[in-house]
């Protein structure tokens, strides 16, 4: 069966970077990331959410592992801020084009400064939302950060 292209798939191929798909039933409502990790057969340290944060009205993107948790102090380092806070997620599809539990971080409405927490370096493929909840896209981090012009930093706890 083919499977339909999200707009983060279509970013991807136009950029030749390689990737797997992974889709998921999401019927029971469980599209947090470590039931996701679980529903697509990934370890949990390779799967990696995409969240979202602000300092005034500059957005910044956070790509980090999905049993972690971001540290805020550490982010703002990273995007050279004083301060920075969660965006709140009824305005994540305004500002991003994605809902919760489907925003990838290619494919955004912008390209919003992105980071990606470092231990993803490690590893030789890691997850991300395609775009659309019930759908993974697995792809080397290396590929990810060239197409997002992502940098890797320190940002979980």
């Not at 997620?89 to 992105?114: F, H, I, N, Q």
């Amino acid at each position: 069966m083919s499977i339909p292209k999200t707009n983060a798939m279509r970013i991807l191929d136009t950029r030749n970077i390689a990737y797997e798909v992974h889709q998921y039933d999401n019927e029971d409502g469980q599209i947090h990331g470590t039931a996701v990790a679980e529903k697509v057969n990934l370890a949990p340290e390779m799967v990696f959410k995409t969240l979202v944060a602000h300092s005034g009205a500059n957005l910044y993107v956070f790509v980090i592992p999905v049993a972690e948790e971001l540290d805020l102090k550490k982010a703002a380092k990273a995007a050279g801020e004083k301060k920075i806070e969660m965006l709140p997620v009824k305005e994540l599809l305004k500002w991003t084009g994605y809902v919760r539990g489907g925003c990838s971080p290619v494919g955004m409405k912008k390209l919003y400064p992105t980071f990606i927490a470092s231990s993803a370096v490690e590893l030789a493929t890691i997850a991300v939302s395609a775009g659309k909840i019930g759908m993974q896209m697995e792809l080397e981090p290396k590929q990810l950060a060239e197409a997002l012009d992502a940098r890797f930093s320190e940002l979980i706890k």
